[in-house]
């Protein structure tokens, strides 16, 4: 199983970028789909998480509003589009497979993780 985060860039306060996540290697449509994120000295956090189907979404309050989580089955991609962001917001971003049914943020529950893709926010 591989899954291809890729999409991040250095952007100012404000501005926003769209991150992509390329899996391969597992049915995809069959795997609800998370992002989290790390920045330095801190912990893995959950970001936004969606449903194999596309049926529903969740997301960390911290992003409400301005994220949104989406899914090609097609393509077996998952997108995040980040908008109106924060100098907070900076980190590493890394995809994340889950085939259970019941929602989880803990990042303990994903089965399958991608490398990771740096977001870094100018103030």
């Known amino acids: 199983v591989q899954l291809q985060a890729s999409g991040g860039g250095l952007v100012q306060a404000g501005g926003s970028l769209r991150l992509s996540c390329s899996a391969s290697?597992?049915?995809?449509?069959?795997?609800?789909m998370g992002w989290f994120r790390q920045a330095p000295g801190k912990e893995r956090e959950f970001v936004a998480r969606?449903?194999?189907?596309?049926?529903?979404?969740y997301y960390a309050d911290s992003v409400k509003g301005r994220f949104t989580i989406s899914r090609d089955n097609a393509k077996s991609t998952v997108y995040l589009q980040m908008n109106n962001l924060k100098p907070e917001d900076t980190a590493v971003y890394y995809c994340a497979a889950d085939a259970a049914i019941l929602r989880s943020i803990n990042a303990g529950d994903y089965e399958y993780w991608g490398q990771g893709t740096q977001v870094t926010v100018s103030s």
């Open positions: 969606i449903s194999w189907s596309s049926g529903s979404w």
């Open positions: 290697g597992l049915t995809f449509s069959t795997y609800a």
